[in-house]
């Protein structure tokens, strides 16, 4: 409904919700306000010690992950700040290298410069200047074979039918859990060639 705007959209916001199990309830009243409320299921038996600040009480999963033995480069393309630094955290953990770049245009750039070296992109859907399709679609130009997991509040479901048959090598739903982070990267770097 709006011209432009950076939220993530009812829609988005709503795949998130489903994709963890979760609700949405809307109270709203003419001239008095809405009220929204977000329910998610408690995670039990969470092993998080707030009191411990080591990498291991920090991330628990961590000690299950296959991490990279190679140092493989990773473009991680997000037009908010905040991800790209959160995500360049949780992918430096699986022992992988990370660029971080803020839109699609400048994706293309790094990714022409570095072609040879970068293993993989991580690609945001949403963002100004190039979106993610037509990310998708320089970056295959410049080569036919790079590996792209496309990343999206929207769920898989939603997005797949744009991509059927082009080449995407994987498809993660945000927001990141750093286990299914790395090891949707893990499993595409393993795979061959598309």
């Given amino acids: 409904t709006k011209s432009f705007g950076r939220g993530l959209g009812l829609s988005a916001v709503a795949g998130i919700v ?38 291991d009480n920090q991330y628990p999963e961590h000690n299950k992950l296959h991490f990279g033995e190679k140092k493989e480069l990773i473009l991680v393309v997000d037009d908010e700040s905040m991800v790209r630094e959160t995500v360049k955290n949780m992918i430096e953990l699986g022992g992988y290298e990370v660029i971080t770049v803020e839109n699609g245009e400048k994706a293309v750039e790094v990714y022409e410069a570095y072609k040879d070296k970068i293993s993989l992109v991580l690609l945001d859907m949403t963002m100004p200047v190039y979106d993610g399709e037509e990310t998708f679609r320089e970056l295959r130009r410049i080569n036919p074979n790079v590996k792209v997991i496309l990343s999206s509040g929207y769920s898989e479901h939603d997005l797949m039918d744009r991509f059927v048959g082009k080449g995407l090598a994987g498809f993660i739903q945000k927001p990141y859990v750093l286990s299914n982070l790395l090891e949707t990267i893990r499993s595409v770097l393993e795979r061959g060639i598309n």
Avoid: M, Q, R
């Fill in 18 to 55: 489903k994709t963890h199990k979760g609700a949405i309830k809307v109270y709203s009243e003419p001239g008095k306000g809405t009220s929204i409320k977000v329910l998610f299921p408690v995670l039990e038996g969470y092993p998080y010690n707030k009191k411990t600040s080591s990498k």
